[in-house]
Nanobody, 128 residues
Framework: QLQLVESGGGLVQPGGSLRLSCAASGFTLDYWAIGWFRQAPGKGREGVSCISSNDGTTYYADSVKGRFTISGDNAKNTVYLQMNSLKPEDTAVYYC?????????????????????WGQGTQVTVSS
């Protein structure tokens, strides 16, 4: 059974860093693209970043470009999201999900609206 489990969230001050993990089970990441998404209180879910494991293609939303870095470790079957220079507006529940296609802005948008088996996510709170 395909399963993705998010972890690594927490409370951090503005300007701080966190590293989120997305551990896969039931399938290998070698042939999948994985995306990170987030949902802030009172707002809709939005795509943050994605990576295609087979060729390393990445995508970042403008709001996180230059601050967040996505990476994958196929040996550990895990995708990471390194988040630096965190801002209060990054506060959200963060989720990961397999994409409906290769990593790109369009597949992130498609997955945001079509994926229906979201996990529990991991809470990130940026506050002083």
């Amino acid at each position: 059974q395909l399963q993705l489990v998010e972890s690594g969230g927490g409370l951090v001050q503005p300007g701080g860093s966190l590293r989120l993990s997305c551990a896969a089970s039931g399938f290998t990441l070698d042939y999948w693209a994985i995306g990170w998404f987030r949902q802030a209180p009172g707002k809709g879910r939005e795509g943050v970043s994605c990576i295609s494991s087979n060729d390393g293609t990445t995508y970042y939303a403008d709001s996180v470009k230059g601050r967040f870095t996505i990476s994958g470790d196929n040996a550990k079957n895990t995708v990471y999201l390194q988040m630096n220079s965190l801002k209060p507006e990054d506060t959200a529940v963060y989720y990961c999900a397999p994409l409906y296609g290769r990593c790109s802005h369009s597949t992130v948008v498609l997955t945001t609206t079509q994926y229906d088996t979201w996990g529990q996510g991991t809470q990130v709170t940026v506050s002083s």
